[in-house]
């Protein structure tokens, strides 16, 4: 057969067309009796959490799920935009919070508040705490899933005992472990502030601590003037003290977290102390040598404030990782994705694979796992935390909305910069929060 | 040969040969025009890009207008882009002038030269990023105290370091764009100085100079344009950092669209950066003169 010009073009022109569809129609939904699920990549959580669709692949051959990953900066647009096409997957991975609101406010998502009164055993196995940053006006509009996550004050042990100081067991002793290793040539704390966040975990412990959590939550409830609040100030001008009194490693603000050029900046003993979230032991572990095994990192909770309101048991952070189910999925769809909430999420080999990567899974009932584990020791510590704390308070920038998150960042790098004052801080912010 | 391009020419009627336009056209409209009208429609209403728009007639407009955000980004964009250029452009000049040259080391070298030009923005920034680390970078690796600075951290500083990385990864597009030019002048001029008696420096001056005229508007064309699209680069080196030091105008965009789930403000700021691109690119046309396509022979 002699192939004719017309032929070829129209091949040339139809095969980018068609694998053009193609790549359109699998990140839609319309995929018949198949789910999608995005999520983040990277490991080793990406492994873990692939894990968990192949086993439900596996025991469920005629529902089956399609995942995707993503970077995380990445994904964070990635699927804000797909959901405002419509083109969301039936599975939606987050963080809940001010971000899952929007998604309600815009009727995105479902409402699961009767599929978990159909099946309590499922809410009855999680984390209690875990459940806040996924209820939105008394409904609940996303399944926890995963790990508990909360931000740790780690310290270099062998720093500690080099300068011959204990611990900070509150604010006043930070205070005064400042210029003891700065005399020493040591950075007091670690940070990565050019990514922002960083300095966030610093100030909602602040906060916490002198005023307790009535005062984030009267910022996250739209309360008038809410970041005015006199311990709000006080909180903020703590910060600023610190940063005055040079607590923080000489150019922080050009320092990234991406890059775990702070987590360095602990294990290779050039600072004393960091404030971060769980997963930085997994980081030290993997990075710093022999820097875990020989005991060298140590952790505990952020200290008290003297005279604060805040129990000094709260702590802050993530309370879990957050699945939605996207209300423009199809029956079929909806059912796939509600069987693998209550039957592939966080099943006996996935909560063993995250302890495994010295992570506390948010399911109730894990402590023989772990004190069994590698790093029981830390292990039992995060989970501790997370059970006891009175007050788990959700990252500021996960519980607001995305437009006040911004603005938050942007004024708290600013802050740490002594570039606005507590008051102008507190001004900028009433301006996008309370309307 | 020549009678069969004859042949074809005449059967090629003249009444096809503006649909032969067609799909260039098409992809313009497609990608260019529709988009441009829906950033501007959208510029008059309130989405956050995920829930419903709502038409909100001039409400974003004076949001961004009133932001004192604005004339910074504004501020920072024009800053950015004239003190690039005036980097950039003797720079450019000079190293196109030298490789303009026929000996084999100018070739050599040339290609050198315009190794970063082939590596994406955003593995540049992410080099120097680590480069410039005060703690882990090049400075503390090589114990040279000058070197540890908080580059990235301190408002002018991390401004002069992007405003450097820039002209780093530009300045071999342009000294390249001027090497041409510069091969363009005829011999005759400087076989012509040469018996006046005129040195290299004066013959740089009286004839070089005056000849790239034309280039050098193609060229700040390019850059002064093209500086108004710095995103990547900057996004990855500083995001837009520390505080809004470095915040240029394609930056806020981003991120008040992107970050703050603002898309309507985003897409007035859009709009401002297709306006000021047009003001730009008109002023610097009729900066060349309406004698841009005449010979320069005779000289400036």
Known sequence: MALSRRTLLGLAAGVPASAALAGCGSSGPGDGGKATYWYLNGQPQEGVRAGAVDAFNKAHPKEQIKDTTFQNDAYKTKIKTAIGAGKAPTIIWGWGGGTLRTYVKAGQVEDLTPWFDEHPEVKKRLLPSSFAAATVDGKIYALPGETV??????????????????????????????????????????????SRWTNMMWLEFLFDRIGGPEVFQAITEGE??????????????????????GGFIKGFSSITADSNADQALLYTGRAAMMLHGAWSYGIQQARGGDFVSDGGLGYMNFPPVEGGKGDPGNTVGNPAQYLSLSSKADKDQKKIAKDFFAKGVLQDEEVKKWIDNGSVPIRLGTEKLLAAAKNADFLQFTYDVATK?????????QALSPTAAETLLDNIVKLFQLSVSPKQFAANLNAVTST | MSSLTDQRRRRTPRSILPWLATPALVIYVGFAVIPLVGVFALSFTTWDGIGAIHVSGLTSWRAVLTDPGLPHALGVTFMVMVVSWLVQTPVCILLGTFMAGRQRYRALLGVVYFVPLMLSSAAIALAYKALLDPNFGLGAGLKIQVLSQDWLGRPWLAFGVVVFVVSWQFIPFHSLIYQGGVQQIPKSLYEAAQLDGAGRIR?????????????????????????????????????????????????DMYKR????????????????????????????????????GASQLEGA
Do not use: C
Not at chain 1, 389 to 397: R, Y
């Open chain 1, 224 to 245: 008038k003037n809410a970041w005015s609040n006199p311990d709000a100030i006080t909180a903020l001008t703590k910060v600023q003290e610190l940063v005055k009194a």
């Open chain 2, 257 to 292: 669209g992107f970050q703050a789930s603002l898309m309507g403000p985003a897409s007035a700021i859009a709009v401002i950066l297709v306006l000021v691109g047009l003001a730009l690119a008109l002023m610097l046309r009729r900066l060349g003169g309406r004698d841009a």
């Open chain 1, 389 to 397: 704390a009175q007050t788990f308070g959700q990252s500021w920038d």
């Open chain 2, 203 to 251: 013959q740089f001056f009286s004839i070089t100079l005056p000849q790239l005229k034309y280039t050098i508007i193609t060229s700040s064309t390019l850059m002064v344009v093209g500086s108004l699209t710095f995103f990547d680069l900057i996004f990855v080196l500083t995001e837009g950092g520390p505080g809004d030091a470095t915040r240029v105008l394609a930056l």
């Open chain 1, 149 to 194: 996550q909360p931000i740790i004050l780690y310290y270099n042990r062998k720093v500690f005992d080099q300068v011959g100081v204990k611990p900070p067991k509150s604010w006043d002793d930070i205070m005064d472990l400042v210029p003891k290793f700065k005399a020493k040539g040591i950075a007091p704390f670690s940070l990565g502030g050019q």
